[in-house]
């Protein structure tokens, strides 16, 4: 559906109530929560009582907005100062996996000599990794999207620790083979879940800035972790980069078991559901028995009954089963998810071939040891986090000023009803541009290599390679979300499995590709490559509104079963009660 095509659907809709203008786009979860209408009932219960209770809402100021909507439930009711620490915490622990994953590069000669093995087989456990990197978060974004966030995290981060130990005191290379499987395990688990946290508390017209924050902690990863690696293995020894990262983690568990808040909209609704006590962190645990033993009984009572409510209606709602990884092959089998998804798996596999023959092509050109390779990655860094940052404002002025032009208003309070809205054309627009300035500097690089050009070269190429490669693929994680709004670590849980598999093949292949190729030939083929598939994104601007629609009318129709077969089961349930009160009568 074009542009032309919104506005003559907008204009042709017949006059409301002044408060009722701009319906479409500020209709409040018409297709973004999979919460049964009694779910939403209680919590809009829950939430009322919650903000009687003297927690003030923060709301942000909307210049574009024409208009306010004033009934509804808000989409969450964490204020501004709250979704800066939650998104600062999923950053932060989104860092682990792919510091983890580069940490470990300086050390590889080290570790082959000491366990007396093969280079080749070293380089098996950088395989390993990137296979289970894909593979473990399809089991965790699905758990985390059912149980909650905080468990998921408290999981993630004990198998992480765990490993971390056990890899700084094995001596064989059996062992640090499984324990690095089972790290990757642990740490890549925390990128769905760090999505997920920032969809959770973020609007669609907000979300661009936060998953801009939020992935800005991972894309230091690769660049912080070479460099600390390489000190840590030089000084203390290649066992003190694991000890590092236990230590490092533990830090952070602590943080999420002691101060973090659940977030999983199937667990807390807006944030006004009080989880399970188990599921609390320790400050909403003492704050919640402050405020009970502060109110009378009768206060005490309601304000407990309204939660256990609400939960029970959050528990119908959702079905507990064993986490399934296939619900991630669902996402990649919808049309356009499937283009996105390989499209951002080609993106982030040029990528990786460029950062993984790097150390290579230093070593080779420039004579590089461990350590300044290590330092190269700095100004690699700093381009994705800059870009991570910059991107996520763009599209949030892109989301904003594409909603003025179709006269719709943005409700930040509330979220925004996307079945009238081009999501697609809001964050494609920026993205493409990015794409085709990235394979420009993918070329570049190559050259700059194949000539040995003066070391400043291939350093400021890899900068502009961070911001518009990496950029390219932040706007479509951003995207994913927005498709999936619902489940989001399952979703960004298929997007690891498909980048990473991709990732994983292209660091096996680039090696063998610049011997045969040479250094500007084989990386021109790789820029090349994006710009001929790139037709992949058009078809998705073309055609994705109408697939997102059809997915949504199909998966509310599922809504609505799943509902109706719950009210059966409970009335099934009232009438079996019956027959046993009258039967004990």
Known sequence: MDEKSLQKEISSSPPAPQEQLQPQLASPHASTDSISSEATQVIDAATTERNEGGRPEELSQDVEALGRVTTGEAYTIFSQRQKHFIVFIASFAGFFSPLAGNIYFPALNDVASDLKVSSELINLTLTSYLIFQGIAPTV????????????????????FIAADIGLALQKNYT????????????????????????????????????????????????????????????????????????????????????????????????????????NMSLLTYIQRRRHHASTDGLSRTQTSESGRQARAALARSRKVHVPNPLKAIKVILEKDCALLLFYNSFIYTAFYCVTASLPLLLEENYNYDTLHIGLVFIPYGVGCASASIINGRLLDYNYSRIAKKLGLTIDRKRGDDLRHYPIEKARLQIGLPLVYIGCVVITLYGWMQDIKAHVAAPIVLIFFLGIFVNGSFNVSNTLLVDLYPSKPSTATSANNLVRCLMGAAGSAVITPMIRAMGKGWCFTFIALFLVVSSPMQWALLRWGPMWREERRVRLEEQEREKAAKVEQDDRQATAHGSNEDEKTV
């Open 140 to 159: 965790m974004g699905d758990l985390a999207d059912m149980a909650g966030r905080r468990p998921v995290y408290i999981l993630c981060f004990v198998i």
């Open 175 to 278: 062992a640090l083979f499984v324990l690095r499987c089972l790290q990757s395990s642990g740490s890549s688990g925390t990128i769905a879940l760090s999505y997920g946290s920032v969809a959770d508390v973020s609007v669609t017209a907000e979300r661009g800035t936060y998953m801009g924050y939020a992935s800005s902690g991972f894309m230091l990863g690769p660049s912080i972790g070479p460099v600390v690696g390489g000190i840590l293995a030089q000084y203390l020894g290649w066992p003190a980069i694991f000890w590092f990262l236990a230590i490092f983690a533990g830090a952070l568990l602590v943080a999420i078991v002691v101060i973090f808040p659940e977030t999983a909209r199937n667990v807390a609704g807006n944030g006004s559901v009080p989880p399970q006590t188990w």
